[in-house]
Nanobody, 127 residues
Framework: QVQLAESGGGVVEAGHSLRLSCAASGRTFSNSGMAWFRQAPGKEREFVAAITWNGGTTYYGNSVKGRFTISRDNAKNTVDLQMNSLKPDDTAVYYC????????????????????WGQGTRVTVSS
């Protein structure tokens, strides 16, 4: 079992940066693939980024590629999302997600499914 708690959301002007963090609890965190998703008002949930259990491979959605960076620290049980050059279209609630260790993240599976979800943190980018 993994429990997730996001933090770091807020209001920021376009062009600026923000760093989200996800704190995880549970014995299997260091063996779990992790991801960030987001959901804007009136829109479906969107994949943002994913990272394998050891941080060796990362994946990004097309809309954030080159601007966002996902990273993890297994010693601290955290996974972060560094968001640069933010745009108003990045406004959304951002969710941290984890997958059971038995289902590794790969090229064909990084967008889902995920087994555990946080409550989300809101990011608002003003123009």
């Amino acid at each position: 079992q993994v429990q997730l708690a996001e933090s770091g959301g807020g209001v920021v002007e376009a062009g600026h940066s923000l760093r989200l963090s996800c704190a995880a609890s549970g014995r299997t965190f260091s063996n779990s693939g992790m991801a960030w998703f987001r959901q804007a008002p009136g829109k479906e949930r969107e994949f943002v980024a994913a990272i394998t259990w050891n941080g060796g491979t990362t994946y990004y959605g097309n809309s954030v590629k080159g601007r966002f960076t996902i990273s993890r620290d297994n010693a601290k049980n955290t996974v972060d999302l560094q968001m640069n050059s933010l745009k108003p279209d990045d406004t959304a609630v951002y969710y941290c997600a984890a997958r059971k260790p038995s289902f590794a993240i790969s090229e064909s599976s990084y967008t889902g499914p995920y087994d555990y979800w946080g409550q989300g943190t809101r990011v608002t980018v003003s123009s």
